[in-house]
């Protein structure tokens, strides 16, 4: 079992940045894919943005030109960077993986973490 856990999350106004980061309880090597999602009260669950093991990305239309996902095999750690940051991008971020990526697309991981939350002022 495969435990997630998110940090970086905070409060930072219209503009800012911030950086997220999930670390797995056990290697991330087989996990092909990983991802981020957000909700933000009254919403649905979305998917922000997704990697393969490859390095392939997927981002929510929302957020492309301002958010980057990476992964970091060796430290078994995915990150998050958010740049010009909205007060839209308001949200609970949760990470989530999983070997398919299609049911990590799909919101049907296998693994998700606890949330942290992200707060922006404008």
């Known amino acids: 079992q495969v435990q997630l856990v998110e940090s970086g999350g905070g409060l930072v106004q219209a503009g800012g940045s911030l950086r997220l980061s999930c670390a797995a309880s056990e290697s991330i090597f087989r996990l092909n894919a990983m991802g981020w999602y957000r909700q933000a009260p009254g919403k649905q669950r979305e998917l922000v943005a997704a990697i393969t093991s490859g390095g392939s990305t997927n981002y929510a239309d929302s957020v492309k030109g301002r958010f980057t996902i990476s992964r970091d095999n060796a430290k078994n750690t995915v990150y998050l960077q958010m740049n010009s940051l909205k007060p839209e991008d308001t949200a609970v971020y949760y990470c989530?993986?999983?070997?398919?990526?299609?049911?990590?697309?799909?919101?049907?991981?296998?693994?998700w973490g606890q949330g942290t939350q992200v707060t922006v002022s404008s």
């Open positions: 989530a993986a999983d070997n398919s990526w299609d049911k990590l697309v799909d919101g049907r991981a296998a693994y």
